[in-house]
């Protein structure tokens, strides 16, 4: 058994420490403050695989943890993104409500986009969210990615005065200054759906329910929590970096760092190339549990091609 210490109490702190538990480590988790995770997480938001896959890899289910508290995970139909626009995940439903309200031309142009965005998360998968990024995979398939282009070229380009404001809401930052792919999320919505947690009486109950959920995993897993690094671990995870600011734009996204940052060093989280997103945070954790793992052990944990394949086809039920 290793020791390992994960700096910050952040959703990608709280998840490697529980991958890495449940694993057989010694983990030692270094938070300031008596609540871990954020507080700002959206209640409602899009492919939960990410949080099924951690709860079943640390522990029990993710929909028999919120059992216990009385809570589940549930569809949302729609999203509101203007006043007088709620937007549908579902490809048809899309269709139906944006042909109504914008006309067939509107609804066939944000149908394309969307196919457009869903072969750019194909290509955006195995780079730093479901496998290490791999500089020279990278550049064979910038073309793919729209390298060189932000979102808000993408929204300009859509020139709607709604469904523009819907692209440049999918930045993980300033839409002037985010790479093209970050709107990928939009066709990772319209794959995976919709969902919020909600109560016993099928009210919204927030996403906090869900860290909240994690958070016991880690006191079940024995994580142990403290305010000062000792400096005496086999391998350390940073959880909590940030990206420097000439690092933002279009063309600097591979500049941030990977799982392994130096000998025995690694990271998950905003800094990482999965990015700032809830679902990129826990896919980014996930990528530093295994190369820790494999590192400290010579053991791979990490699922097959086959397998990450299989999990990103399935539609929003088997999200």
């Not at 709860?55 to 006043?83: N, Q, Y």
């Not at 998968?125 to 932000?150: M, V």
């Not at 990528?287 to 086959?306: S, W």
Request: overall charge negative.
């Amino acid at each position: 058994m290793a020791l390992i210490t994960v700096l910050g109490g952040t959703l990608a702190g709280m998840a490697v420490a529980a991958r890495l538990a449940k694993a057989g480590h010694e983990v030692i988790l270094v938070h300031e403050g008596d609540r871990l995770g954020p507080d700002d997480l959206p209640d409602v938001f899009t492919f939960p695989a990410p949080w099924r896959d951690l709860f079943t890899k640390s522990g029990r289910t993710l929909a028999a943890e919120l059992a216990g508290t009385g809570h589940e995970l549930t569809a949302v139909d729609s999203r509101k993104v203007a006043d007088d626009l709620d937007l549908p995940a579902e490809r048809g439903a899309q269709w139906r409500v944006l042909s109504e309200a914008y006309g067939p031309q509107v609804a066939e142009r944000w149908r394309d986009l969307l196919d457009s965005l869903d072969d750019i998360w194909q290509a955006r998968r195995p780079l730093g969210l479901e496998q290490e990024f791999d500089r020279d995979a990278f550049r064979a398939a910038r073309k793919d990615l729209w390298w060189g282009r932000t979102v808000e070229d993408l929204a300009r380009k859509f020139h709607h005065p709604v469904l523009s404001d819907v692209i440049r809401a999918s930045a993980e930052g300033l839409p002037s200054r985010s790479p093209a792919d970050e709107a990928m999320w939009l066709a990772v919505e319209r794959t995976f759906g919709l969902w919020q947690v909600t109560d016993a009486d099928g009210e919204p109950a927030g996403t906090r329910v869900l860290v909240d959920a994690l958070a016991r995993r880690l006191t079940t897993r024995g994580v142990e929590l403290t305010d000062s690094d000792t400096g005496l671990a086999d391998a350390v995870v940073e959880a909590e970096g940030t990206i420097p600011e000439s690092w933002r734009g279009p063309t600097v996204w591979p500049k941030r760092v990977g799982s392994r940052v130096a000998h025995r060093t690694y990271a998950c989280g905003d800094h990482t190339h999965a990015g700032r997103t809830m679902a990129g945070q826990l896919l980014s954790a996930a990528l530093a549990a295994y190369a820790v793992h494999f590192d400290l052990t010579g053991e791979n944990i990490h699922p097959t091609n086959k397998e990450l394949n299989r999990r990103g086809k399935r539609g929003p039920r088997g999200a």
